[in-house]
């Protein structure tokens, strides 16, 4: 009752184009299935973002520099649908995409997920002040919904962002990096793990999750691994 009620006051919103998706018929329309497209195995070895010719294994980015993460997967190329699809879901209030996000991200990355076998997930935060305004973060609920389909545990608290640091596209490499020292901070200190898998929206250049990763292996976690719904193409970084 809950549910339809919820429905008929908020019909759900189609990914892709926005629509209203009609009540019992799925998390997008059929048509638009095909708009974002998946990233496939033309991608990076190490950060997972597609690359332009098969014969690489690694992106511009990842030959240059070493990453505190150990490896990064990711679902969908960050490009004008995506990138819009993202957008309404963060600032738009579209939380119910993270639905069929995260329903995505493990149904197409689950030979990733079984080899990798994390042994929790946890979110990239944000801060409380943006918390407040935006009511969700939006990494979380793509972690949770993950969680809720294997059963890998979920610990969307473990780190805290302890500053906001400006958004990363303003800034050049150098002024990235030093953005987002001291960005985070661990939480609590009842949590022992070997490995676990870090959750964000989209992967840019890597400095957000490689600082997120440096936090967590100094807590004395061994392996981090990285998954995003979205990876921006080498050329556009
Ligand atoms: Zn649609
Ligand atoms: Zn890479």
């Known amino acids: 009752m809950k549910e339809i009620l919820t429905e008929l006051i908020f019909p759900r919103r189609c ?14 329309h059929p048509q638009c299935v095909k708009a974002f497209s998946v990233i496939g ?31 990064g997967i990711a679902l969908y190329r960050y490009d004008d649908a995506m990138s819009a699809s993202i957008f309404r879901y963060k600032y738009g209030n579209r939380r119910e995409y993270a639905e069929f996000f995260s329903r995505e991200m493990t149904r197409l ?8 076998s994390p042994q929790a997930l946890t979110a990239i935060p944000i801060s409380r002040r943006k918390h407040r305004k935006r009511g969700y973060n939006q990494a979380a609920l793509l972690s949770s919904g993950i969680g809720a389909l294997t ?24 002024g990235r990096i030093k953005n987002l020292k001291k960005a985070f901070k661990i939480a609590r200190n009842d949590v022992k793990l070997n490995s676990i898998m870090v959750i964000d ?37």
């Open 15 to 28: 990914p892709v184009c926005d629509g209203v998706v009609p009540f019992r018929k799925g998390l997008i």
């Open 41 to 71: 195995d033309m991608r990076c070895m190490k950060c997972g973002r597609p690359l332009k010719h098969t014969e690489e294994e690694l992106c511009v980015y990842c030959r240059g520099r070493t990453h505190n993460f150990d490896l």
């Open 109 to 116: 990355l689950l030979p990733d997920l079984r080899r990798l």
């Open 151 to 174: 059963g890998i545990p979920v610990y969307n608290d473990l780190l805290i962002r302890v500053r906001d640091t400006l958004p990363q596209k303003t800034l050049d490499s150098a």
């Open 201 to 237: 929206d989209i992967y840019t250049t890597g400095s957000t999750v490689d600082e997120a990763a440096a936090v967590l292996k100094a807590y004395g976690i061994g392996r981090v691994y990285v998954m995003t719904l979205s990876a921006v193409m080498q050329r556009d970084v």
